[in-house]
């Protein structure tokens, strides 16, 4: 099992300073992946409704909403850390242009010496965010913009002279480097419906969902499985993921405390409906109790966690990041 961070790069605490932090307290705490998130839009609602970052009680009505862009933040990465894998959870691919992400994120990749993971999906719901609005794309086209985008990507990326036509993007032969360090560069890719899982075991090395419990895992992997084979595809090399909200304290009542307000705005933020449905899902408690939540998804066959702490200042984030990593990191199997 490997853990990683996801940063304050949206939110109240949200600064350079603050991922700066983060960032560099979690690689000498041995933690192995770095995460950010992905709106172009990021409004005073959004800010109070879909918090992925901190904790609904810091925001209040002068709050100015701030969301870091993805890929500048994955730069900015690179260049402050040096053994940490970097990613993606998740960038909404429909919303740029493919031959330049492609570009953008091969030169992340380079640049980090090949520590990049880019988990990718097909954008947020309406009633989330509007981004394929701002940006001018259509809505109704992003699972096959998105598919299409991805194999343009992969082109970018592994061909010496890389063409393409397609329904959305028209690559006249040329050359573009340099390169991935990693060659596949892995795409994590996030969703669960049907469209998402096609897109999956079409193209992508691993698979970063929300809101699973262990159980669910124990359902959807043989899905997934499944889905690979259609294409043709094994699951030699094949992550599965898991991103969830996480709130630890040596205290389990006290983790429950002050993370209880904002797990409770996730029924108008997010897909879930009662406080127990974003709770089930989560890393919640004392280290004990998480270090059994953990050995669930392990067994039920989840490999890498992305970590969405919960948390009342910077200097609460870095506690809970120690409290874990020292009560919780020795303790697991890690390869």
Known sequence: MKFGIR????????????????????????????WVHDFIGWTRQMDRSHVSCGAIDLIGDDTVPVMFETITSLAYLAGITSRITLGSAILCTPYRNP???????????????????????????????????????????????????????????????????????????????????????????GGKGDRSINITASIANGWIPTWLTAEDYRRQIPRIEGALQSHGRDRNGFVIAKECYTAIDASSTEARRFSRPTFETFTSGFTVETYEDATASALLGSPDEIAGQIADYADAGVEHIEMKFIYLSEQHLIEQMELFANEILPTVARV
């Open 7 to 34: 940063l304050p790069v949206a939110g109240p605490v949200a600064s350079p300073e603050a991922i700066t932090n983060a960032a560099q307290r979690a690689e000498t705490l041995g933690y192995d992946s770095l």
């Open 99 to 189: 031959v330049v992400q492609a570009k953008q994120i091969a030169c992340i990749d380079v640049l980090s010496g090949g520590r990049l993971v880019l988990g990718a999906g097909v954008g947020a719901l309406k009633r989330i965010g509007l981004d394929f609005e701002i940006v001018g794309v259509p809505r109704d086209e992003k699972y096959e913009r998105t598919l299409e985008y991805l194999k343009v990507m992969r082109a970018v990326w592994e061909e010496t002279r890389p063409s393409f036509e397609g329904d959305y993007v028209s690559l006249p032969e040329t050359e573009i480097n340099p390169k991935p360090v990693q060659q596949p560069l892995p795409i994590w890719f």
